[in-house]
């Protein structure tokens, strides 16, 4: 296996393909799937991937980078009409350009144009100052990411070329895995009921499904084996897929030949390497500890995130805790880089 300088520069190498192809094609129309093949991610988990790299979402991202680009050719092609900016840019219509040029700035962009960029100006470096004070202050200076961000200087020819953080966010100081493996996991069979709509944060909502699982499985002689395992497991993106539209699968292992009606489901959890990161979180601590894995764990491990559902393997009763605590493995699958 690489050495983990080298699993870092190779991690940091496809984000930065990524970015430098977003970049270079703004004008047209980007796909998840051009983007992740470049990178050569798995689309499935590029967006996770992405946020944890660069700090924020795919989406923002691109949407960032087109406002700021038309931003500079407002002023800089006074030529072009402010329609012809947005489609060259990469904006489908004018209106969606308009929208997102006013949250961005705080003007339109006829505004913008005639001067109201001298203002945003003066308002910018006012808070760049204030920020400096706060630094100097020894306050937080609200990176959140996995790079320092420093700039290079492009005009030279030097290469777009982030840096990992030396020091994490400060979250996930606080949330660290007991213990971190990679594992063959074999084919499992899982009953479940299934949730649709928001699930982050609401630890009633899980403990109902839990207990829907648990009273048709007590019966049927399923929650006495060894081997069981109570898992959830993920089936959509939270940062593509609508709150309302999400899917989790709350259940436990059975035999393959069980048999499940009405709203008791049968899957299959494919086999495969996935990375078993332990936790021992609070209930609120889910998201720092999903969080830390791909952020800090992946750019180091020599592995990329395979096309396999990530799941979450419960492995205690938090009432039976003497802090409460839910001890879990975040399942994660993987390949080598």
């Known amino acids: 296996m690489k050495r ?11 984000i930065n393909r990524a ?8 004008g047209n129309s980007l796909s998840l799937k051009e983007i992740a093949e470049v990178s050569n ?9 992405f946020k944890s790299a660069v700090g924020e ?44 040029f006013k949250d961005k700035y705080g003007m339109s962009a006829s505004d913008y144009r005639g001067g109201g960029h001298a203002v945003n100006n003066k308002i910018r470096k006012s808070k760049s100052k204030n920020s400096e004070n706060e630094s100097k202050n020894g306050k937080e200076t609200g990176n959140s990411n996995l ?8 005009n030279s020819g ?79 993106d939270p940062e593509i897929t609508e709150s309302d539209k999400l899917r989790v699968s709350v259940g436990l292992t059975v035999p393959p030949e069980t048999e499940v009606e009405g709203e008791i489901g049968k899957m299959t959890i494919p086999s495969g390497k996935y990375v078993l990161a332990n936790f021992e979180i609070d209930q609120n601590q889910y998201q720092d500890a999903w969080d830390n894995v791909f952020a800090d764990w992946f750019p180091k491990s020599g592995y990329i ?12 009763d938090p009432d039976s805790h003497p802090e409460k605590k839910h001890v879990i493995n975040i399942c994660v699958p993987v390949k080598p880089m």
């Open 4 to 14: 983990y300088s080298d699993n870092r520069k190779e991690y940091l190498s496809r």
């Open 19 to 26: 970015m430098d192809y977003i970049q270079n094609n703004l």
């Open 41 to 49: 991610f798995s689309p499935y988990h590029f967006h996770r991937v």
């Open 57 to 100: 979402t795919l989406n923002c991202f691109i949407n960032r980078l087109r406002i700021e680009k038309s931003a500079s050719m407002l002023l800089s092609k006074k030529n072009l009409s402010i329609t012809e900016i947005a489609y060259d840019c990469g904006f489908s219509s004018s209106s969606a350009f308009a929208r997102s």
């Open 147 to 154: 790079y320092d961000g420093k700039a290079i200087n492009r």
């Open 158 to 236: 030097e290469k777009l070329s982030l840096q990992l953080q030396t020091a994490r966010r400060k979250k996930m100081s606080k949330v660290k895995p007991l213990k971190v493996t990679v594992q063959e996991l074999p084919e499992m069979c899982m009953a479940y009921v299934r949730h649709i709509g928001p699930y982050k944060g609401d630890d009633a909502l899980f403990r109902g499904l839990y207990e829907k699982i648990m009273r048709w499985a007590g019966p049927r002689g399923f929650l006495s084996g060894p081997e069981v395992k109570f898992l959830s497991v993920y089936h959509d």
């Open 305 to 316: 995130c395979d096309d396999r559902p990530c799941f979450e393997w419960a492995l205690n």
